[in-house]
């Protein structure tokens, strides 16, 4: 099992430009999420989705999309990256609906916009 | 709106010392409450935590709830430079699976 996978590990943007970042999980895990850590703030919620065809906002989503057409993938999209969007950015999935289970943090892409 | 509130929010100590770190909430229909460890990576998961009183035990680490005065501690004893790390403490709303982070606790622990 690879887990949670994230490409790219790093990227660059220019404002104004758009891209994609990717989250995969060979799990089968019902629920992933998005996620965006900056400095001295925590990880702050940007989307999540509880399954395929189902997404729903998180506690910081303005600027970004998300869709879930299969259980593995959930892409996030910046449409028009702003400077303020230069974090770091975690992917995580669970199953759903097991008390026990937890989140399982993809390694991270590390975004920067000039 | 859902605050976890974490304190102190950074901590140097030397190997040896044992800490106590702590992490206070405001949830609605709280559901759960998370450690996690980060060192450079992502997030690595320590201890989920339901009932009251109940102390969950790792090693060194060790963490207990408090569901009436809506906090948890997260131990650690005998603290090794290994244990230099942000520690993340969340709480998870029941029904929706929504994780609301603190800020964090940066460890530092000095040889």
């Known amino acids: 099992n690879a887990g949670v996978t994230q490409t790219p590990k790093f990227q660059v943007l220019k404002t104004g430009q758009s891209m994609t970042l990717q989250c995969a999980q060979d799990?089968?895990?019902?629920?992933m999420s998005w996620y965006r850590q900056d400095p001295g703030m925590g990880l702050r919620l940007i989307h999540y989705s509880v399954g395929a065809g189902i997404t729903d906002q998180g506690e910081v989503p303005n600027g970004y999309n998300v869709s879930r057409s299969t259980t593995e993938d959930f892409p996030l999209r910046l449409l028009s990256a702003a400077p303020s969007q230069t974090s770091v950015y975690f992917c995580?999935?669970?199953?759903?609906?097991?008390?026990?289970?937890?989140?399982?943090f993809g390694p991270g892409t590390r975004l920067t916009v000039l | 709106e859902d605050k976890v509130v974490q304190s102190p929010l950074s901590l140097v100590v030397h190997e040896g010392d044992t800490v106590t770190l702590n992490c206070s909430y405001e949830?609605?229909?709280?559901?759960?409450l998370l450690w996690y460890k980060q060192e450079k990576k992502a997030p690595t998961f320590l201890f989920m935590l339901t009932s009251s009183g109940i102390e969950k035990k790792s090693g060194r680490l060790s963490s207990i709830l408090d569901k009436k005065e809506l906090f948890s501690i997260l131990n650690i004893t005998a603290t090794q430079t290994g244990d230099s790390a942000i520690y993340l403490c969340?709480?998870?709303?029941?029904?929706?699976?929504?994780?609301?982070f603190g800020k964090g606790t940066l460890l530092t622990v000095n040889p």
């Open positions: 995580a999935s669970s199953s759903w609906g097991r008390v026990t289970d937890t989140q399982y």
């Open positions: 969340a709480v998870e709303r029941g029904s929706n699976y929504k994780l609301t």
């Open positions: 949830v609605t229909n709280f559901r759960s």
């Open positions: 799990m089968n895990h019902e629920y």
